[in-house]
């Protein structure tokens, strides 16, 4: 009987992990200046993760891939539904794009589920769902700080 009240359980854990924000509207500006870094905050907790992206960067639970640039969310992801390779990063001029690598869980742009391998662009001040991990995105100059 134990077995059958852990499975409820599980059930129950899969079908509640959409986002909790729901707002479809942009942030910010859509563009990234050159010399901008990327913010990356975990919500929550505040933890704060800078990246430039001169690469493509892959977030998620894992940083194992010795081919491409990863960003190991591990540790903020305890029971978060994070997958090994959930969600891709790439700045492509003066924007920022996010792209959906068939994570588990999905990932979510201010609300709105993302289509695996599709591209999707992503303002200052937007909101990231990996899972059920929250992450706010900001273009900082730090030129002007």
């Known amino acids: 009987m134990e077995a059958s009240a852990d499975r409820v359980i599980k059930m129950e854990m899969m079908q509640h992990h959409t986002p ?7 942030q910010g500006s859509q ?4 010399d901008a870094k990327v913010l990356l905050q975990s919500l929550p ?5 800078w990246l430039s992206l001169e690469t493509p960067i ?3 639970g894992n940083a194992s891939f010795p081919q491409e640039d ?14 090994k390779r959930h969600c891709s990063l790439r700045r492509c001029g003066v924007r920022l794009t996010v792209t959906d690598l068939e994570s588990a869980y999905g990932t979510y742009l201010n609300g709105d589920r ?5 591209e999707y662009e992503v303002a200052n001040g937007d909101r990231l769902v990996l899972g059920t991990l929250h992450l706010a995105i900001y273009f900082v100059d730090l030129r002007r700080t």
Request: aromatic share 6%; proline share 3%; glycine share 8%.
């Open 70 to 83: 990863a960003l190991d969310l591990s540790q903020l992801a305890y029971r978060h539904h994070l997958s």
């Open 20 to 26: 909790l924000t729901r707002s479809s509207a942009r």
């Open 58 to 60: 892959i977030l998620g």
């Open 45 to 49: 907790s505040g933890a704060c993760f």
């Open 31 to 34: 563009r990234i200046e050159r």
């Open 114 to 118: 993302l289509l695996p391998g599709q």
